[in-house]
């Protein structure tokens, strides 16, 4: 197996764990709420995940964001900031009203995550080692992305899961 496709199999696994997450029928009350009181909810995490692949994605392959392409933050009322650096009401307030504008951010994730694979399938080697900015390159960066998606979507693992451990500990809203 050559590096390529160890980063193409690395690209395709977040795919696989959005999967398990969309079957898991997660419901609006719990996808917006806070496990344990942490700003972070499930829309949060998703959010996060499809706008950090999205923006950087877009800074690697020169195409337009998905966002702006498919107007997402029509179909999901959400803004189209990334996260970082938010207080703690900032996150708070990155909720979803409807099962729809659920469903559409599930999309939208998704739609970023194939995206991802499909320029990892393509970048040429030369590519992924020549300089995108100070010291790091465009592989380096394809990583760190991928990576950071593989992080959050394994947060909502372990939220999703948390709701079945009991009543104490289900998703609460925090305040």
């Keep these: 197996m050559s590096f390529h496709d160890l980063l193409i199999d690395l690209s395709e696994r977040p795919l696989g764990v959005l999967q398990s997450i969309q079957d898991a029928n997660c419901s609006l009350e719990c996808a917006n709420a806070h496990l344990g009181g942490h700003p972070n909810s499930i829309v949060w995490l998703l959010w996060h995940t499809g706008r950090e692949l999205d923006i950087q994605l877009a800074e690697l392959n020169g195409l337009p964001q998905i966002w702006q392409e498919q107007d997402i933050a029509a179909l999901t009322g959400l803004d189209a900031g990334m996260g970082y650096g938010h207080s703690r009401q900032e996150a708070l307030a990155v909720q979803v009203s409807t099962q729809e504008q659920f469903d559409a951010l599930l999309r939208y994730v998704e739609l970023t995550l194939r995206a991802t694979r499909s ?57």
């Design 119 to 175: 320029y990892t399938a393509a970048l040429a080697e030369e590519e992924a080692s020549s300089i995108l900015e100070g010291e790091i390159t465009y592989g380096v960066r394809l990583i760190s992305i991928i990576d950071d998606a593989i992080q959050h979507l394994a947060q909502i693992q372990y939220i999703l899961g948390a709701q079945t451990a009991g009543p104490q500990n289900r998703c609460t809203t925090a305040s």
